[in-house]
């Protein structure tokens, strides 16, 4: 990847709804090399996909919870299982096996605290392994970022 790559990249993060001649434009390429690299950067799996960010006060999951999990058992296995069950839920926006006190950090886009409440029984509870877990409900966003720097 060379730094021509680099800024198509840049430029795609900042907003791929942009076409390919304002893109080529913007990093100084020809309209068919841009395409060319950019279908290059797709088939090599650089580009993962390209989606649509909603604005979150305009949607109804306005409530976001950071939630750390500690399972009561530890084991690959064990973490494995229960990323699963996090994962099935479509309040669960990124689900993170980590390092640390916890075991797994969730992120939530959460509809109101009836939602999360019911989703703490479906994962907390019970047969989940749950040893404990900690919410953090996010009072004001100071950054939310989606680019990756290059």
Do not use: W
Request: with cysteine; aromatic share 4%.
């Amino acid at each position: 990847m060379d730094r021509l790559d680099k800024r198509i990249l840049e430029a795609l993060q900042r907003d791929a709804s942009r076409t390919n001649l304002a893109i080529a434009e913007a990093v100084g390429l020809s309209p068919s090399s841009c395409l060319r690299r950019i279908r290059r950067l797709r088939a090599d799996g650089m580009i993962d996909r390209t989606v649509a960010i909603l604005d979150p006060a305009r949607t109804e999951r306005r409530l976001k919870a950071l939630v750390n999990v500690e399972l009561a058992r530890h084991g690959d296995r064990q973490v494995r299982q229960f990323l699963a069950l996090a994962t099935a839920e479509p309040a669960v926006m990124s689900a993170y096996a980590v390092t640390g006190e916890s075991d797994v950090i969730l992120m939530l886009r959460l509809v109101d605290m009836a939602e999360f409440d019911a989703l703490c029984e479906r994962l907390f509870r019970d047969q989940t392994n749950v040893a404990r877990f900690f919410t953090a409900v996010v009072t004001r966003t100071a950054k939310e970022e989606t680019a990756i720097p290059l």
